[in-house]
């Protein structure tokens, strides 16, 4: 088990979940999650964020779930990995529903 795993909160689940996301005063842009939790999740992306970047996040697991995230990793070329810091306790219950619902915490 990596460092990195070891450090997580929340067990991640191989999920495709549609996302829009953007830093704070810039225009959206659209990907999916690679992974998803209750406390962060992984974009594939191209064009990566530098650790440290506060992104607005809205994911769309059947309703928007919005959060705000910073950066934690950074993957050249190949996508960030997201710690979810803001969320209001309906997303946060709605999020959790989805990743229980979905057979991910039987896992």
Known sequence: MSDEQNRRKHPRFKTRVPVEFNPQGRRALASATADLSIGGCYLRIMFTFPIGTVL???LQIGRQVRTKAVV?????KIGNGL???EMSPED???LQ???DSD???AR
């Open 72 to 76: 934690v990793t950074e993957d050249i």
């Open 56 to 58: 607005d996040v809205n």
């Open 83 to 85: 710690k979810f810091i």
């Open 97 to 99: 529903n989805y990743l």
């Open 92 to 94: 946060k219950k709605a």
């Open 103 to 105: 057979g991910h915490a």
